[in-house]
């Protein structure tokens, strides 16, 4: 059955070609295009009446609403070529990462050459009591630091590797916890540590990833500052 629109071309002398079976991409492409849009204006101009003719206003109009569909149409396929362009940008800057380490939020963390980790507690709010627990891989507690009273925003704290007996507390990997408080009120607080990129993986579609030691997958916008 022939819809209004349809009816409505075939009076102007324009068929549309319809299918057996629309799918779901043609149902929805109801709109006209711009070659559409000059078909109708001509058919237009054809079959005026030549005593009432089309006034140049709505004529003028009409040329104008054509130009800004052209350009609208335009600047979508400019911005889906700048949009793939970042893309392969941020793919490329991706592969920078490989080799370097991290400071992401984060557990494990596994000591440097020279011994003893380096990490940040990120604060959300003003805290008067900041603790860093710093235990093996079975969860004993080797190390507590104690950061005292800190604004809010990110706290750098730097760890020696040694246990609170002061003896060597080996090569990791170690689980790094941290807490908050102001005034005996829980502030929250994140645990990030600095650790190495092993690789990375460009999906087809979405952002890079990060293979990140002892960590796992880690998204680019995680990482906090590359070393």
């Known amino acids: 059955m022939m819809s209004d629109f349809d009816t409505t071309l075939g009076s102007l002398g324009i068929a549309r070609t319809a299918t057996a079976t ?23 101009l054809k079959n005026q009446d030549p005593f009432s003719p089309v006034d140049n206003t709505q004529m003028v109009a009409q040329m104008a609403q054509m130009s800004a569909t052209s350009g609208i149409a335009d600047m979508n396929s400019t911005l889906k070529a700048i949009a793939a362009k970042l893309n392969a940008t941020s793919s490329s ?27 940040a507690v990120e604060l959300g709010a003003a805290a008067t009591d900041v603790v860093v627990n710093i235990s093996d891989a079975n969860g004993s507690v080797l190390r507590t630091l104690s950061l005292g009273a800190q604004s809010g925003g990110t706290v750098n704290y730097d760890w020696d590797g040694k246990t609170a007996a002061g003896t060597d507390a080996g090569a990791g990997p170690f689980k790094v916890e941290v807490a908050a408080a102001n005034n005996g009120a829980t502030v929250a607080a994140k645990s990030l540590v600095w650790a190495p990129v092993e690789s990375v993986s460009t999906p087809a579609s979405g952002n890079p990833v990060l293979s990140v030691t002892g960590l796992g997958s880690v998204q680019l916008s995680a990482v906090r500052s590359i070393g």
Do not use: C, H, W
């Open 22 to 44: 629309p799918t779901p991409a043609a149902s929805n492409s109801q709109g006209l295009n711009q070659s559409d849009f000059l078909k109708l204006m001509t058919a237009q």
């Open 93 to 119: 800057d991706a592969m920078g990462y490989v080799g370097k380490t991290v400071l992401t939020e984060g557990g494990t963390a596994y000591p440097r050459s020279s011994g003893g980790i380096a990490g």
